[in-house]
């Protein structure tokens, strides 16, 4: 009878080398993750305040340049006032709007008095205004550093028309854009003078994004919006966000129909 062998199973090991049985399955230690997290979590941190403070300076920006224009282009109708006193009048005009605007200046060196008018020249024809100032940089960005902003804004003066005119409408000037289709009697009616928001993208849903300051680029958490707009942006100096503004005569003005807002009756 022939004798049947009964082959014994060998019990296959890990231990190679010095391994441990199950060592190549054994699951991360602990800790490992909040060691991770620590080291990721401060450099995290560290991107997000930088965009937020790059947000914020780009903003300042923004008011400071509208409250020059502005400013300039008010005090350019004065045709009665030297070219001192017109200077005089843009700085308090300047100032006034930035108190207005609520714009925090506790990022503009010395604050109010962090602007320089030192490059301005103001004659009888024209009114050449620049104002420069500093944003202070964060120790943590850059140590005892200043970024250095210059805004220049150049308007021609208006002289008047001589004589009265036979038409009565020959003197009033108005503002238009270039591609729009009114024209206003206010520089600061609301369709000339954006009102700009940052909000974060789950807000900005029911708007569609800019075809110019978002081609080719990521979403990101934070964008802008107008309250008359129909687009988000990603970058406060877009075109989109800005407007053209020129005066012209009311007589000269063809072709567009007055403002519903500011254009009245």
């Known amino acids: 009878m022939p004798q049947i062998y009964r082959k014994e199973k060998q019990k296959s090991s890990l231990k190679h080398n010095g391994l441990k049985v199950g ?5 991360l230690a602990k ?44 005090t350019a109708l004065e045709k009665e006032i030297t070219p001192e006193e017109a ?24 604050g109010m008095a962090g602007f320089s008018w030192s ?6 024809r024209y009114l050449d205004m620049k104002v420069d100032y500093q944003i202070k940089l964060p120790g943590w960005l850059l140590q005892d550093s200043m970024w250095k902003v210059s805004k220049s804004s150049r308007c021609r003066r208006w002289k008047g028309i001589p004589g009265n005119g036979e038409n009565g409408n020959s003197a009033e000037w108005v503002y238009i854009t270039p591609d729009g289709s009114v024209y206003h009697k206010s520089r ?4 000339l003078k954006l009102s700009i928001h940052a909000v974060s993208m789950e807000e900005a849903e029911k708007y569609r994004a800019c075809e110019h300051c978002m081609k080719k680029t990521k979403k990101t958490a934070m964008v802008y919006i107008t309250e008359e707009g129909e687009c988000y942006h990603i970058k406060l100096n877009c075109s989109g966000l800005k407007r053209t503004i020129y005066m012209m005569r009311f007589d000269q003005v063809k072709g567009r129909s007055p403002c519903s807002r500011c254009g009245g009756k």
Not at 102 to 108: F, K, L, N, R, V
């Open 119 to 124: 490059d301005s020249l103001v004659d009888e």
């Open 87 to 110: 200077e005089n009048q843009i700085k308090y005009l300047f100032y006034k709007k930035i108190e207005e605007s609520q714009c925090s200046t506790a990022m503009i060196n010395l």
């Open 188 to 191: 600061e009616c609301t369709h």
């Open 23 to 27: 060592a190549l399955f054994s699951p």
């Open 31 to 74: 800790g490992s993750l909040t060691v991770e997290t620590a080291l990721v979590l401060p450099w995290f941190l560290f991107a997000m305040v930088t965009v937020l403070f790059l947000f914020r300076g780009l903003q300042i920006q923004y008011i400071v340049g509208e409250a020059l224009d502005g400013a300039v282009a008010e």
